[in-house]
């Protein structure tokens, strides 16, 4: 059973007002009033289209908004709907809201959600960001079938991206996850994504939420505990994934949700993934993946030049984690010019590794760890972006793929590492 | 005159013998104690290595760069150093605690003050190990967030973070001992202004370009960069 003494009391009692729900839509919510209400408009129209007998509620969990989220997402009623959509629900469709905090925090915002869904003996559950200006009812079917109606425990989204987007998720967090645990999960680490009601209740009662990390990388958590707990998990294609621009100080806190959470994560899933060999294609509804090739315009000199001074000006770090042979190897590359720069698929997996076991020795502070990873994916990045700059996609997915299986082809050398800590 | 010589010699000798006869226990109580001191001295330093090993003192101190200092002055590890310190203060202790039972005239207040001195010598070592423990981790801080940050010269800048931390430890710890405090709060306050005013004159000076991206990077809005990465990470 959850725990529930985070909740206010306010939110307890709407939530017995609500009673028992087959369906819960969590909108974890901070500032979002422009693109809110469009948001719940496509939820409710989803719910009604794909589900219109169950008994469904929306729960958002805001982060301190002060532009009236919450205010937006519990004043739409059903009936904004129905002039325009011709839609009948047969039960009532509730929409709650609560203020976890004055700031957000994504790993309190999933445990309401999750403490909600407990409480109210949800059989399926979705989670959907605020930000997805693309968003499409049938999302909501794609999320909830398969474990409404098909039984499965974690739907991860697969998307049509940019070959050079989510570089850091094609690089490292697809190879890596997909040798470890076996399963080829595009999309491990998602803003979107359902899951069964046990699912939840299982990872809702993991001792996790008090770790001063404020959930980063909370939603990487819920898949990973859900790869190594050995639920059922397949995919759903959503369609193109809206183009994030960001500015290069966000790698480093993509790198600390991302490489820290999985790092973390491999000390208590090591009985499973120590054990896994090879992979598999998950049941996936749609395609697999999508690339866009439209063309983008990169600073490839930017990366470059970050990676070698990040490997000359942290050589003292990079003693204390890397190997003397990988540390000479990267020292190598990172003389070369721009032409003949390659950083080898081989050199990038053994790097990931050799960081992935210092972090569990924790050789020095494991944020630092953490951040001296940033410089060396630059490198990484640089020689994807000169691999693929006249690729087509085929050929983009086969490097992908070349990748992921030096991953899957030098697992052994991980677990030598992780042995030799022993 | 004979006699006298005689009584006299035979008297001294007596008193010899009685304070010989005083003295001998005393000697012997020392003895045991300095027997007992090692002992004891022993065992704690077995109990602590144990310890120091357990808790990976090790690797801590090569975190905060003591590992370095010791290797690059042939010492051994900074758990055995520790170990041998803590033994030799034991024994020291017992055998001044036994030279304190002979009674030697004088001694008496030399040992009164090592032992009032003991627990400023330990809380400067304390001082001492913790902060450079920290100038490690600061320094190291500042090189990661200064080469993630792209910023010129991150190593000149983590290595004056570590200075000015282990000038500032220092002074904490020559204060702790009592030695030359005057002089060292004089030498302090020096080096510490003469520190902040050359990156003052560096940063305001050499650096002028530098500043004035820095500025304008931190307080002008709406201008893009020009070698922004268009790349999202996720």
Request: aromatic share 10%.
């Amino acid at each position: 059973m959850a725990d529930e003494s985070f909740l206010t009391d306010d939110f307890l009692r709407q939530l017995i007002n609500v009673g028992e729900v087959d369906i819960l839509v969590g909108l974890p919510t901070h500032n979002n009033a422009k693109t809110v209400g469009p948001i719940i408009h496509t939820i409710r129209s989803g719910i009604l289209r794909g589900f219109p007998r169950a008994r469904a509620v929306i729960v958002n969990a805001d982060g301190g908004s002060r532009d009236g989220t919450p205010e937006l997402v519990t004043g739409i009623s059903i009936d904004d709907l129905r002039p325009a959509s011709n839609l009948r629900a047969l039960r009532t469709l509730h929409s709650i809201s609560t203020r976890y905090a004055s700031s957000p925090a994504s790993g309190v915002a999933l445990r309401t959600i999750l403490a909600a869904a407990e409480l109210l003996r949800a059989k399926a559950c979705v989670v959907l960001s605020p930000e997805s200006a693309n968003i499409e009812p049938e999302w909501l079917s794609k999320l909830l079938h398969p474990i409404y109606d098909d039984g499965f425990d974690l739907v991860t989204p697969t998307y049509r991206r940019h070959r050079f987007e989510g570089l850091l998720i094609t690089n490292l967090l697809y190879p890596m996850t997909r040798a470890l645990y076996g399963l080829r999960i595009r999309e491990a680490y998602s803003p979107e994504f359902g899951f069964s009601g046990r699912l939840g209740s299982q990872f809702l009662g993991q001792n996790i939420w008090s770790d001063g990390t404020h959930g980063a990388g909370v939603e990487l958590r819920f898949t990973l505990a859900a790869l190594a707990g050995r639920y059922l998990v397949c995919q759903s294609f959503l369609g193109e994934k809206e183009r994030i621009e960001r500015s290069a100080a966000d790698l480093v806190p993509a790198v600390r949700q991302i490489v820290g959470t999985l790092f973390s994560a491999l000390e208590s899933g090591f009985p499973v993934w120590s054990a896994v060999a090879g992979s598999q294609t998950p049941p996936t509804n749609g395609a697999e993946h999508g690339v866009l090739l439209e063309p983008l315009r990169v600073n490839r000199k930017r990366l470059r030049d970050m990676f070698s001074t990040g490997v000359a000006e942290l050589e003292t770090v990079f003693q204390s984690i890397l190997s003397p042979s990988t540390l000479v190897e990267l020292q190598r590359i990172a003389r070369l010019g721009e032409e003949e720069f390659h950083y080898p698929a081989e050199l990038w997996v053994r790097t990931v590794y050799e960081f992935a076991a210092s972090y569990q020795k924790s050789v020095i502070s494991r944020d630092h760890i953490i951040q001296a990873l940033a410089p060396l994916f630059r490198g990484r990045a640089f020689t994807f972006l000169m691999e693929n700059r006249n690729a087509s996609g085929d050929e983009v997915e086969n490097n992908i793929e070349a990748l992921c299986l030096e991953f899957e082809r030098l697992k052994p050398y991980l677990l030598q590492l992780w042995k030799s800590r022993e | 005159m004979r006699e006298m010589i005689i009584s006299e010699l035979s008297q001294a000798l007596h008193e010899m013998a009685r304070g010989f006869a005083h003295f001998l226990p005393r000697l012997i109580v020392m003895l045991i104690l300095a027997f007992a001191g090692w002992v004891i001295a022993y065992v704690v330093k077995a109990v602590l290595r144990s310890i120091l090993r357990l808790i990976k003192f090790d690797k801590l101190s090569e975190n905060a760069g003591a590992s370095q200092l010791l290797t690059n002055a042939a010492l051994p590890s900074a758990t055995e150093m520790l170990s041998r310190f803590v033994f030799w203060l034991t024994w020291l202790g017992f055998i001044l605690l036994g030279v304190r039972v002979l009674g030697i005239l004088g001694l008496q207040d030399q040992i009164a003050r090592f032992f009032l001195f003991l627990p400023r010598l330990f809380g400067a070592i304390f001082i001492l190990f913790f902060g450079l423990l920290a100038a490690s981790f600061f320094s190291r801080a500042a090189l990661l967030a200064a080469v993630n940050a792209n910023v010129p010269s991150p190593r000149v800048l983590s290595l004056a973070l570590r200075s000015i931390i282990i000038v500032f430890v220092l002074s904490i710890v020559f204060e702790e001992l009592g030695l030359a405090e005057q002089t060292m709060l004089v030498a302090f306050g020096i080096a510490f202004g003469a520190l902040m005013l050359g990156l003052a004159i560096a940063f305001g000076i050499g650096g002028r370009d530098l500043a004035k991206r820095f500025l304008e990077k931190r307080f002008v809005r709406g201008k893009k960069e020009e070698n922004e990465d268009e790349l999202s990470p996720l």
